[in-house]
């Protein structure tokens, strides 16, 4: 296992910053990013997030020597990549502390070293909910972990508010996908959630006071039906998520769009006006891995679409100064499918 690590960090020294500017790394219409920057060069990278100071980004990664997520740090410039997980089990979903001198981040390593089995994608695409997944906090290094949550249930997709004493999170400790919040110490546990269906995917608001989120909640007899078989073998099919908001206690839940696609990874602008997203919407055919970032108004109006890369545009976030925006994508990538991390200064 330690020669398996070494030769992970040697890949990862020699393929990250090695920035090809390419044509391909801005398509035209894309006329709110300026300056895009390729951060990593291989792998499966995603979901990277800002420190508090907009210095550093926290996001998970693997090269394919090992088929699980770890738990990255590096430079806004794609410098000084470190792994902060411990190379066991299976890692997500992590978020810089405020101040930036701890980390949160998910992992299934309490349960086994191992990688906990993929799902059979043969019946097509779903997603697993792992419930040895438990929520960890841990140096910005890595060390000193202490696990916040420990229910026999799926507890992950955790973020913390703008003044650092608040952690949202998803769970199926009720037995569905719900949004919950808890202090920053793991007590004081709220369910904010209670309608049947996925819930998830959570961020607070800039400004505090709203929590913007994921959900799809299935109507008819057959969807229900579906939903609950899916969520009972530990799955979940992402075929149509819509984007909701809702303030920070649980109260005024209201749906922002309209879609019927596959929209995900909202978050706040920073005017706490709008949201950014990933969708499907724009797709010429929806069953592919084309998504774009989009734009709308928290009252569901003006949908503008953001990039046009006919691949993978997602997990997109602002920096905390609302200068710069980092996402990750297909773009550009050495191989068909290959994910990267991607920073752009935002245009206004």
Same mark, same amino acid.
């Given at each position: 296992m330690k020669r398996l690590y070494i030769i992970l960090?040697?890949?990862?020294?020699?393929?990250?910053?090695?920035?090809?500017q390419n044509p391909t790394?801005?398509?035209?219409?894309?006329?709110?990013?300026?300056?895009?920057?390729?951060?990593?060069?291989?792998?499966?990278?995603?979901?990277?997030?800002?420190?508090?100071?907009?210095?550093?980004?926290?996001?998970?990664?693997?090269?394919?020597?090992?088929?699980?997520?770890?738990?990255?740090?590096?430079?806004?410039?794609?410098?000084?990549?470190?792994?902060?997980?411990n190379g066991k089990g299976r890692t997500t979903c992590a978020y810089f502390h405020r101040g930036g001198k701890r980390i949160i981040y998910s992992s299934t390593h309490a349960a086994a070293d191992e990688c906990p089995p993929n799902p059979d994608f043969s019946q097509g695409y779903v997603w697993p909910i792992f419930p040895t997944f438990d929520i960890y906090?841990?140096?910005?290094?890595?060390?000193?972990?202490?696990?916040?949550?420990?229910?026999?249930s799926y507890d992950a997709e955790a973020t913390i508010s703008p003044d650092g004493k608040t952690i949202v999170f998803t769970s199926t400790r009720d037995g569905d996908l719900d949004i919950y919040t808890m202090d920053i110490d793991g007590i004081n546990v709220k369910r904010l +959630?209670?309608?049947?269906?996925? =819930? #998830?995917?959570?961020? %607070? !608001? *800039?400004? /505090? @006071?709203?929590i913007i989120y994921r959900a799809h909640h299935p109507k008819t007899e057959a969807e229900?039906?579906?939903?609950?078989?899916?969520?009972?073998?530990?799955?979940?099919?992402?075929?149509?998520?819509?984007?909701?908001?809702?303030?920070?206690?649980g109260s005024n839940k209201r749906q922002v769009t309209k879609l019927g696609a596959a929209s995900f990874a909202p978050f706040v602008t920073p005017d706490n006006k709008s949201v950014i997203f990933a969708t499907n919407y724009f797709a010429k055919d929806p069953?592919?891995?084309?998504?774009?970032?989009?734009?709308?108004?928290?009252?569901?109006?003006?949908?503008?679409?953001? +990039?046009?890369?006919?691949?993978? =545009? #997602?997990?997109?976030? %602002? !920096? *905390?100064? /609302? @200068?710069?925006?980092?996402?990750?994508?297909?773009?550009?990538?050495?191989?068909?499918?290959?994910?990267?991390?991607?920073?752009?200064?935002?245009v206004r």
């Open positions: 960090a040697l890949l990862i020294t020699l393929t990250f910053p090695a920035f090809a790394l801005w398509f035209t219409g894309e006329k709110r990013l300026k300056n895009i920057k390729q951060l990593t060069n291989g792998g499966e990278n995603a979901e990277a997030y800002f420190s508090s100071d907009s210095k550093k980004l926290i996001f998970h990664f693997f090269f394919y020597v090992r088929s699980c997520y770890e738990i990255y740090t590096m430079n806004i410039d794609g410098s000084n990549v470190k792994m902060v997980s906090s841990a140096n910005a290094d890595g060390s000193s972990p202490v696990r916040l949550t420990n229910s026999p +959630t209670n309608e049947l269906g996925y =819930d #998830g995917g959570a961020f %607070f !608001s *800039p400004n /505090g @006071k709203m229900i039906a579906r939903y609950k078989e899916r969520l009972a073998q530990d799955l979940i099919e992402p075929a149509t998520f819509e984007i909701w908001v809702m303030n920070a206690d069953r592919k891995r084309n998504f774009d970032l989009a734009m709308i108004n928290l009252n569901g109006t003006g949908l503008e679409q953001v +990039t046009f890369n006919e691949s993978f =545009d #997602g997990f997109p976030m %602002f !920096s *905390p100064d /609302g @200068k710069k925006l980092v996402f990750a994508s297909n773009r550009n990538g050495a191989k068909e499918g290959e994910t990267n991390v991607f920073i752009a200064d935002w």
